[in-house]
């Protein structure tokens, strides 16, 4: 006998979707937070989520290789060599055959492509050209250094990933486990595929829709057997699937029918939130807590179905594994720096984005063959079509995302000085908030400052010396922003140095030592604040830098002059103490310096900014960089507003 209209289910409510949603994360919050995790290999890590920052153990590569196939040569042996004055090198003497990839050992130090060689006969070679040292040669972790980070916290793991981490001898990592989701069908009326249809059935078919959901999206589905319209059957299979899962799923059920049973069911072994949303179709919908556990009473219509499950679970399955919404799709960008590209080739190239103001920032990353980095850090690609011969910066292109617009318009872009610390306070931004992200593109401190002048960035990193007053960055900033108004957060002050070899072979203890013919230098680029600081004191000793052999070779980053020294392709360079530190090499001080972070004050108020304040301010942050050592924070995170 049906039963009377006060015995029906009633709607509680037609709440607005964002309001529902919102009242069903909040309850059920805590639970979100308490991530259980564990350990799997890499190789079975995608699509899985790390737990925390994966840093590489080896360099890739992790030995000086040829990056052509030719001749490997004593570069000083090329130095004459012209078309007017054709040199013969002799094999094994001058000169040994090389295939691309394998090692480049001493004395060699430069590879002469095959096509640019003429064999004379199986003893001598003729070259009209000289080689420069180190060309056509991969150095030591120019792909990724030992002890950089692959990966921050709450990273989707991709196919790309895997390589990076394999690479850079990461074999085992820790990531979020898999949600369990309870998927529970209901109805007297429903009957599996394969079954005999009759009239007044239907084949169930949402479960397996909301199965193959659950795991593109990294959950793990648990179905159950379909369930008649019995409140008795229906109340033990719910709370099996309460103790067996983490977030439940009812379908059908949930509207007012005299055998609607989920709302009052929900209700009595738990507590119904929200019973009806203001959306057609969907509307509904239960949303309730079970044992603190999440239920979501889904209505029997497919699109309905389906809806509700993009609204409600999608970011449930997500938090549970640190993760966001997303929404991919073509996007309009400017490009910050001028690509040239060859006209026989169409060209893919690696992006970084954020938005910077009402425009899209596009920032180039590593083009090279061999940088799989530089598809772990893309957020998209553009292609540059054959027969064009690159795209000038402040052009618009058109990106294909590789991640999330949401996230990347959460993105703090940061162009400037490059420094480890930048990582762990991305890291630290993700792993607090895994909406928010941090862009860094190292270009140096003049590079950084002119960004900001372009409104490209929303922070710089620099750490500039006035060599006449002895003060840092502030005497740039007046000079080249005089006309915005722009605030520095105070940094860190870090110990720059003299990078040397363990055990310090070659006996360099001052700059003077580095005029000794025997010790190969390696520089920074021209705009970066250290090569600044080095000028200053080869300047302050009166030496000439055309005398000290490498002043030449530049690196963007302190971990790559690390790395060189290390490779023992370079006798020395100077850099910051935690990159000698994390390489295990030793270091000569020079002095202490200020690496701040310049801003524009209008940017100051932006939640990301904010948040990066909260960041280098945190205890995790100063305890991270005490143990790395090389650092001082006593005034870290306190605004000076330059005028």
């Known amino acids: 006998m049906a039963l009377k209209n006060k015995e029906r289910n009633l709607y509680l409510s037609n709440v607005a979707v964002e309001k529902a949603l919102n009242i069903f994360l909040e309850r059920i919050n805590k639970n979100l937070k308490n991530h259980e995790k564990e350990f799997i290999s890499v190789i079975d890590s995608l699509g899985r989520v790390s737990a925390s920052a994966v840093f590489a153990k080896y360099s890739s ?20 060599a012209s078309e007017r004055n054709p040199i013969q090198l002799k094999i094994n003497k001058d000169f040994i055959y090389v295939d691309t990839g394998e090692p480049i050992k001493k004395p060699y130090d430069a590879v002469i492509m ?32 030992a ?84 409140y008795y059957l229906l109340k033990s299979t719910i709370l099996k699937a309460i103790d067996e899962n983490h977030i439940v799923i009812i379908n059908a059920g949930s509207s007012a029918g ?11 072994l738990g507590e119904v939130l929200v019973h009806g949303i203001a959306t057609k179709p969907g509307k509904p919908t239960i949303l309730g807590v079970i044992n603190e ?125 490059h420094d480890l610390i930048m990582d762990l306070i991305g890291n630290l931004i993700h792993k607090q908030n895994a909406f928010y992200d941090l862009s860094s593109a190292h270009v140096g401190s003049l590079g950084g400052i002119m960004a900001l002048r372009r409104r490209e960035a929303h922070i710089a990193p ?71 600081l080095l000028d200053y004191e080869l300047k302050k000793r009166k030496i000439n830098p055309s005398k000290i052999i490498g002043y030449d070779r530049e690196m963007t980053t302190h971990m790559a002059v690390a790395a060189a020294v290390a490779s023992g392709s370079a006798d020395a360079g100077v850099g910051v103490l935690s990159a000698a530190k994390a390489m295990d090499l030793e270091f000569i001080p020079i002095g202490e310096e200020e690496y701040d972070f310049l801003v524009p004050v209008k940017y100051l108020d932006k939640g990301m900014i904010q948040l990066f304040i909260k960041v280098i301010k945190s205890k995790e942050f100063k305890e991270i960089l005490e143990n790395m050592g090389g650092y001082g924070l006593e005034h870290t995170g306190e605004i000076i507003k330059v005028k």
Do not use: C
């Not at 199986?122 to 991969?138: D, G, L, T, Y």
């Not at 010396?465 to 957060?489: H, P, Q």
């Open 61 to 80: 590569p992790n030995y000086n290789a040829s990056a052509m196939d030719g001749i490997a040569v004593k570069a000083s042996t090329t130095f004459f």
């Open 114 to 145: 095959i096509e640019d060689v003429v064999e004379i006969d199986e003893e001598r070679v003729e070259i009209i050209k000289a080689a420069s040292p180190w060309q056509h040669i991969r150095p030591i972790g120019e792909d990724i250094v």
């Open 147 to 230: 002890n950089e980070m692959i990966i921050p916290s709450n990273h989707i793991i991709r196919p790309v990933d895997i390589g990076a981490l394999l690479s850079g001898g990461i074999y085992e990592l820790k990531v979020y486990k898999k949600p369990k989701v309870g998927i529970i069908p209901t109805g007297t009326e429903i009957i599996e595929p394969g079954e005999k249809m009759e009239d007044g059935k239907i084949i169930e078919s949402n479960s397996r829709v909301f199965e193959g959901l659950v795991k593109e999206l990294g959950g793990e589905p648990n179905r159950y057997k379909p369930v008649p319209d019995d």
């Open 258 to 268: 005299t055998k609607d049973y989920t709302k009052k069911l929900v209700d009595e």
């Open 293 to 417: 556990k999440a239920v979501i009473g889904i209505p029997g219509y497919p699109v309905s179905a389906y809806f509700v499950f993009d609204t409600f679970v999608k970011p449930l399955i997500k938090k549970y594994q640190g993760q966001y919404m997303d929404d991919s799709n073509k996007v309009q960008a400017v490009l910050s720096k001028r690509i040239v590209s060859s006209l026989k080739h169409k060209e893919f190239v690696r992006i970084k984005l954020g938005r910077v103001d009402e425009q899209l920032i596009a920032t180039p990353l590593s083009r090279g063959a061999g940088v799989s980095m530089s598809l772990v850090r893309a957020d998209g690609v553009f292609v540059i079509p054959q027969n064009s011969e690159g795209v000038e910066a402040g052009e618009k292109i058109e990106v294909s995302l590789l991640k999330p617009l949401n996230k990347i318009n959460k993105t703090i872009v940061s162009i400037g000085s």
């Open 462 to 532: 620099i750490h500039l010396l006035d060599a006449t007053t002895g003060e840092y960055n502030v005497s740039f900033v007046k000079k080249y922003l005089s006309n915005l108004d722009m605030a520095l957060i105070k940094g860190v002050k870090r110990v720059q140095g003299i990078i040397i070899q363990k055990g310090n072979p070659k006996n360099i203890y001052d700059f003077e030592d580095l005029l000794k013919e025997e010790i190969v230098f390696v520089n920074r680029q021209r705009g970066a604040g250290t090569r600044i």
